[in-house]
T-cell receptor
Framework: GENVEQHPSTLSVQEGDSAVIKCTYS??????FPWYKQELGKRPQLIID?????GEKKDQRIAVTLNKTAKHFSLHITETQPEDSAVYFC???????????FGTGTRLKVLA | NAGVTQTPKFRVLKTGQSMTLLCAQD?????MYWYRQDPGMGLRLIHY???????AKGEVPDGYNVSRLKKQNFLLGLESAAPSQTSVYFC????????????FGSGTRLTVV
């Protein structure tokens, strides 16, 4: 089955700097890749996603890139702010499987 | 519209006790899921359902059972709780298309002593 690896497990950046979180997946059939943000004590919430027929997607300060050949995708956060501090999860989904397989999460700390 | 509601929010069990976690959604979603979240291990899928009356095993199904007798409810049962089942449990639901995204419940923190 699908396996998703996520790096780094923790990431500290200065406020205003950029942050990049990377995920790799094992099954080339995976075609949908969402990213979730989980603030402390809260539920995960979808922040951005990308389908396999798209190489990059942006939404204000966040962007996701996908490299199908290398089977990896990345989350980019620019001009980080303290409210970006959270745990971020990537996930992958294959056609017809109905479910997401999540990475192990990255704890992002934005230092003021 | 309450979204996805999980009950209870917290529970402490003794080893060997049983309990049921309830997940209810009012969005008429077809698909429902139970995940557990442990430090350093992310969200791991326990069981899921693709419609009323259906269930399927996920990545870590051992020690758990589920039922989906009504479309809006997805129950997760622990027949004989073990300390290894100490975790935060999240229920999620989504509509028919994979890109609809999950809506998560607020979680249940379970401690087995």
């Amino acid at each position: 089955g699908e396996n998703v690896e996520q790096h780094p497990s923790t990431l500290s950046v200065q406020e205003g700097d950029s942050a990049v979180i990377k995920c790799t997946y094992s099954d080339s059939a995976s075609n949908y890749f969402p990213w979730y943000k989980q603030e402390l004590g809260k539920r995960p919430q979808l922040i951005i996603d990308i389908r396999s027929n798209v190489g990059e997607k942006k939404d204000q300060r966040i962007a996701v890139t996908l490299n199908k050949t290398a089977k990896h995708f990345s989350l980019h956060i620019t001009e980080t702010q303290p409210e970006d501090s959270a745990v971020y999860f990537c996930a992958a989904s294959q056609p017809g499987t109905y479910k997401y397989i999540f990475g192990t999460g990255t704890r992002l700390k934005v230092l003021a | 519209n309450a979204g996805v509601t999980q009950t209870p929010k917290f529970r402490v069990l003794k080893t060997g006790q049983s309990m049921t976690l309830l997940c209810a959604q009012d969005m008429n979603h077809e698909y429902m899921y139970w995940y557990r979240q442990d430090p350093g291990m992310g969200l791991r899928l326990i069981h899921y359902s693709v419609g009323e009356g259906t269930t399927a095993k996920g990545e870590v199904p051992d020690g758990y059972n589920v039922s989906r007798l009504k479309k809006q409810n997805f129950l997760l049962g622990l027949e004989s709780a073990a300390p290894s089942q100490t975790s935060v449990y999240f229920c999620a639901s989504r509509r028919g298309q994979v890109e609809d995204g999950y809506t998560f419940g607020s979680g249940t923190r379970l401690t087995v002593v």
